[in-house]
């Protein structure tokens, strides 16, 4: 296949560092509700991850808990795993948690769910093993615990250990259906089909929400980027869910995604693509659009689809479709953008990708200003002053990202750098008289007036 790069710089602008889609605009409602609900609709954009961010920095204001205690930590943790990029940090709220109550086994449980997403396989199954070891015999989480550390243990390739675990779970019973469901999955790993289709033939029968498991699984590895992991658990949610339309739509339209964005990393690393792969992403997105045709993601995934497989003509009816459902859903614009250049539509393309960039940056650099105060009030100032950058590499006339680089700065001592910072956006960008940055700056010139001896000895 001849494949224009730019058919899939949509997905590549700002690589490695930046996810290329991240936006968080406020949706239009469609002509008919789209049954996606908001984290799946805005999969792989910063909506979802933005709102946790803003509510974590709305628990660090709160004064409701008394932060001396585990729960504090823990409610923590969980909305930084959510917002994705602080799995880390979620981690390290999780050992404070543990410092605090040592023998409560759910925060164990927590800390080795987030592990478990993060691929650290060998720390998540210490962490439900003691977590298993000191449940009591009738909490509801003890028989999930085990469910989880049989798919720590097949990831990790501890087949042996997988296979008694879950033999002891069948004899035991509770959780049947995710019993026989990851006996399956065990069962595939090591080449047996047809044993595992056995397996997954009675989960459906024994519980029919089965679905919904594998589709929070596939979930948790798409925003990790975990392509694979999230086409073989969305693959399982399609296998359970013939019994719940919404959950095989989220099924069809996670596996779709991976599919597509695992060949964008394939391209990034200048490899060759697999047409077949790209074919099955849009066939996908028309299982999904069949469940519910009213939602714009879709439209715009199945154009991108086509768009990479180099059908225009297939392409740009899915993706007006979608800028239809939902004008303000702006990824779009440029997938059409591009579409349109390629077709002498110049004038269409440039009013596309004007529209898509003006909002693309503001979303972008919004998202990044966001994490550096998250970052700066967890106390990581070198992540705090990343995420500044990354603002205004994106946005140099973001006043909030250039407020909190100040913060980071004096935080430092570095009070001469933080007068330069300012300076230098008032001289770019310029201000109101009664700003905050013009505050600070009268402050900072103040202080270094009379004590500019004092100041520079710290630098």
């Not at 449940?135 to 615990?145: E, K, M, R, V």
């Not at 089965?210 to 925003?223: K, L, P, T």
């Not at 399609?238 to 919404?246: D, E, G, I, K, V």
Request: aromatic share 10%; proline share 4%; glycine share 4%.
């Amino acid at each position: 296949m001849h494949l224009n790069w730019h058919k899939l710089a949509h997905h590549i602008l700002i690589a490695a560092i930046l996810n290329p889609t991240l936006s968080f605009t406020t949706t239009t409602q469609a002509q008919q509700p789209c049954t996606l609900e908001p984290r799946f609709y805005y999969l792989g954009t910063a909506v979802e991850k933005v709102k946790n961010v803003e509510a974590a920095l709305a628990y660090n204001h709160s004064v409701e808990l008394d932060r001396n205690t585990a729960q504090f930590y823990v409610d923590r943790a969980q909305l930084l795993f959510a917002a994705v990029e602080f799995d880390e940090l979620a981690i390290a709220d999780y050992d404070t948690a543990l410092q605090l109550e040592p023998q409560n086994p759910t925060i164990y449980f927590q800390r080795a769910n987030t592990l478990f997403f993060s691929s650290r396989y060998p720390e998540a199954i210490t962490d439900y093993l003691t977590a298993i070891s000191i449940f009591p015999p009738t909490d509801a989480n003890l028989s999930l615990a085990n469910i989880m550390l049989a798919q720590a243990y097949i990831a990790n390739q501890q087949y042996t250990e997988a296979d008694a675990l879950l033999n002891q779970l069948a004899i035991k019973g509770g959780q049947s259906a995710l019993t026989n469901a990851v006996l399956g999955i065990l069962q595939s790993t090591l080449g047996y089909a047809e044993i595992a289709e056995a397996y997954w033939s009675l989960v459906e029968d024994l519980d029919p929400a089965a679905a919904q498991f594998f589709i929070e699984q596939a979930f948790n590895f798409h925003e990790r980027r975990d392509f694979e992991a999230s086409i073989a658990h969305a693959t399982l949610a399609l296998r359970f869910s013939n019994r719940n339309p919404n959950a095989r739509l989220v099924a069809y339209f996670l596996r779709a995604s991976s599919q597509l964005k695992r060949q964008q990393d394939v391209f990034t690393h200048s490899d060759p693509l697999d047409d077949q792969q790209i074919e099955l992403s849009a066939a996908d997105a028309t299982q999904a659009i069949a469940i519910d045709a009213n939602c714009a993601p879709i439209y715009d995934l199945r154009g991108m689809a086509y768009t990479s497989l180099d059908n225009n003509d297939l392409a740009l009816p899915d993706l007006n479709t979608a800028t239809i459902l939902d004008p303000d859903f702006y990824p779009t614009y440029q997938s059409r953008g591009l579409v349109n250049r390629d077709l002498g539509q110049n004038p269409l393309a440039d009013a596309d990708l004007d529209f898509w960039g003006n909002a693309f940056s503001v979303d972008l650099a919004t998202y990044w200003a966001l994490c550096g105060n998250l970052f700066f009030e967890l106390g990581d100032d070198r992540g705090a002053m990343a995420s500044y950058m990354v603002a205004l590499l994106i946005m140099p006339n973001n006043l909030e990202a250039v407020l909190g680089a100040g913060d980071v700065l004096r935080a430092i001592g570095r009070f001469e750098d933080e007068h330069q910072l300012y300076t230098d956006y008032l001289d770019q960008f310029g201000a109101p008289a009664d700003s905050e940055i013009h505050r600070r700056l009268d402050e900072l010139e103040q202080l270094l007036g009379e004590n500019a001896a004092l100041y520079r000895a710290t630098l």
